[in-house]
């Protein structure tokens, strides 16, 4: 995790204006359509993710996604079902899900933000961090089951395998 970009005690009745601050503060491209949605670019380790926040002020909840650059086969669809419920086992925030309409595998997590406090800085740069480290520690075990046809429960050992020194 990065050091905070901005004051802990500074808070936004939208915090998507954070958000926009920390991507805008790590140089990432990113769109902002409307105010109640927000669209980023980021590089990980094992490809491109985009990045989407949309807020919803009449339930207070901020829903994010982190998805994944590439698109699943219609026949690896159902390899992949075991993987996620695997993975989503072991996860301590958020889930992975398929996109049905996109065929991406995707990261999300919804950020409940009733009682008016809004968010803080460092709880919207803590879940962009943490969903980029998920996202990049399961990519091998999602594309070893669709790709290479890697039975669910051996690509997620190999992915939760703890490698030692350096090659």
């Given amino acids: 995790m990065t050091a905070s970009f ?4 500074s808070l936004s009745p939208n915090p998507l ?3 926009e601050q920390l991507i805008e503060s790590r140089e990432w491209l990113f769109d902002r359509p409307m ?3 927000l669209l980023a670019e980021v590089t990980g380790s094992w490809c491109n993710y985009r990045v989407w926040f949309t807020w919803q002020p009449e339930l207070e909840v901020m829903i994010f996604s982190c998805a994944f650059d590439n698109k699943i086969p219609e026949t690896g669809t159902k390899r992949l079902y075991p993987i996620l419920a695997a993975v989503n086992e072991k996860m301590w925030l958020g889930h ?22 809004g968010a803080t800085s460092e709880q919207i740069e803590d879940l962009i961090d943490i969903a980029i480290n998920e996202c990049d520690r399961f990519y091998p075990a999602f594309q070893s089951v669709v790709w290479g046809g890697n039975q669910a429960q051996d690509a997620l050992e190999i992915a939760l395998m703890d490698t030692v020194g350096e090659a």
């Fill in 6 to 9: 901005l004051d802990s005690t």
């Fill in 17 to 19: 204006d954070i958000a």
């Fill in 35 to 37: 105010d109640e949605e």
């Fill in 96 to 117: 992975f899900d398929l996109c049905s309409t996109e065929h991406t595998i995707m990261f999300r997590h919804a950020l409940l933000l009733r009682g008016g406090k």
